[in-house]
């Protein structure tokens, strides 16, 4: 049971130069729907959660309108209902999935303004607090994509304008048409090369890094062992393949052990790590049960000596890990 009045100090952190401010800590929606396939969570958990979240002062709630087909818009609705205010909504759009399946993107404007109707019905809200195209591709430039986008935002549909998964010169070239308030992109130990080019340009830009995928998929949880069972959807990503798990479990023992002498679990500690990486740049957590939410917030708290974060950063220094997942880089 979690003690709310406790619990509820989440910081703030503010989404571009003069963006608002919401929780430090996001919670991702994703998998309370079935994206990668597999049954549906339950539902009445995940709504808990969801308002559990919002008493505890997470506000931030992420999704796409292709997570589960439109079930994920339909679920944050439902929990939402009757406490609209309490809540930022981020909605991700473009995305063509089904049955586990990536099918590619429509970016073209036309249907950008026909995807947004469908996302505030589902929703069942007037305005979108956060909405952007969940990749980017060469099929419609930036400049039509973004100014579809901000015209949503004069038409009163949408509040402000993310982007995700995008390059540093796409950054550069969105915020040249409209304020880019925030960039969603997956960042961890086990993923770190946007440290080159997009996290700079990001802290140039004053965009808000909203930093998912945290566990890498759950790699660096701890609970993983080699071979994973054949149905397990990972198994798909050559990180997770063969002699690359095995090495990579090691470098996760690094990890457990650290996390063991502190006294968190390694997926706190992963959190904590990507929470340290800069005041603009906020851990996306994907939480279905509200177990996981005293957690999380305890893992925002986890400060790091200096001989702990040079372990960590050279165990996982760009490139330690073999292998990869979707987000091919
Ligand atoms: N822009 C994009 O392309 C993109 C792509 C992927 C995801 N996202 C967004 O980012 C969010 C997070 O991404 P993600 O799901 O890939 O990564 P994640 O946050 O690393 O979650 C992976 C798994 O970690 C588990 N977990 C959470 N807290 C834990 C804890 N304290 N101990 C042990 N396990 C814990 C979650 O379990 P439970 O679910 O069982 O609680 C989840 O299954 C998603 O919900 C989605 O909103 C965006």
Not at 68 to 80: F, R
Not at 183 to 197: H, K, P, T
């Amino acid at each position: 049971m979690v003690d709310i009045c406790v619990m509820k100090n989440i910081n703030q952190i503010q989404l571009g130069h003069h963006g608002p401010f919401v929780s430090s800590l996001g919670l991702g929606c994703m998998r309370m729907s079935s994206v990668w396939g597999g049954p549906t969570p339950d539902e009445s958990e995940s709504i808990a959660t969801i308002n559990q979240a919002l008493d505890l002062g997470i506000n931030f709630l992420n999704t796409g309108d292709f997570y589960g087909a439109g079930h994920n818009e339909m679920l944050i609705g439902k929990a939402i209902k009757g406490r609209r205010d309490d809540a930022f909504i981020s909605v991700k759009f473009g995305a063509i999935f089904h049955n586990g399946q990536w099918l590619g993107l429509d970016l073209r404007p036309d249907a950008i303004k026909n995807f947004v109707n469908y996302s505030l019905t589902r929703l069942g809200i007037e305005t979108i607090d956060l909405y952007q195209p969940s990749r980017m591709d060469n099929s419609v430039p930036v400049e039509d994509i973004i100014g579809t986008v901000a015209d949503l935002v004069k038409e009163g549909k949408v509040r402000h304008i993310g982007v995700s998964e995008i390059t540093a010169d796409q950054l550069r070239k969105a915020s040249e048409i409209h304020p880019i308030s925030a960039l969603e992109i997956g960042y961890s130990l086990a993923e770190r090369q946007i440290e080159n080019e997009l996290l700079p340009a990001a802290r140039d830009l004053g965009v808000a890094v909203i930093a998912f995928a945290n566990t890498a998929e759950g790699l660096l949880s701890g609970e993983l062992s080699a071979p994973l069972s054949d149905n397990d959807y990972r198994q798909h990503f050559s990180r997770f393949q063969n002699q690359n798990l095995v090495y990579n479990l090691q470098k996760v023992e690094i990890l457990k052990d650290l996390a063991i002498s502190k006294g968190f679990t390694p997926t706190q500690l992963a959190i904590a790590w990507v929470k340290e990486q800069g005041e603009f740049i906020m851990p996306l957590v994907s939480m279905s049960k509200r177990s996981r939410l005293a957690e999380n917030i305890e893992a925002m708290k986890i400060e790091f000596s200096e001989e702990e974060m040079n372990t960590l950063n050279t165990t996982f220094a760009i490139g330690a890990i073999k292998g990869g997942t979707y987000l091919a880089r």
